[in-house]
């Protein structure tokens, strides 16, 4: 799948977390490339033997798109299973442990919100519901 990414946003996104606003770009692809069902395959490149392709397989649509859009930025969801994720950023692998927290009480009856268990990313940074 080919992206079209913004040269300002991918030089921000490769910057790190060195001003406010690359912390807030670095997060909000962290966060793309890591909240959500996606199950990252490794395929080979038909038109080049030696080359491996990454398809992501989602719930929908919508959800492989974000998924790729975090990759075009640099933020490439490498690996999932039941209890940690791999995301290589910009090079960098990194690995995030799944913490189950317990679920939220129920809310009185009369209000209508819903409320879901979510698994957690334990990191340097994420520490609450990524949902």
Excluded: W
């Amino acid at each position: 799948m080919s992206v079209k990414v913004d040269p300002q946003l991918l030089e921000l996104s490769k910057s790190g977390r060195d001003t406010e606003e690359a912390k807030h770009v670095h997060d909000f692809f962290l966060a793309l490339a890591a909240c959500n069902t996606i199950v990252p395959l490794i395929v080979d490149d038909k038109s080049d033997p030696t080359a491996k392709l990454m398809d992501y397989q989602g719930e929908s649509p919508d959800e492989q798109a974000l998924a790729y859009a975090a990759a075009a930025y640099g933020f490439m969801l490498i690996e999932r299973t039941s209890g940690h994720i791999i995301i290589d950023i910009h090079g960098e692998r990194q690995r995030y442990i799944f913490h189950c927290f317990p679920p939220p009480p129920p809310p009185p009856v009369s209000l209508p919100f819903l409320y879901y268990d979510c698994p957690s990313l334990y990191s340097h940074f994420i520490d609450e519901n990524c949902c």
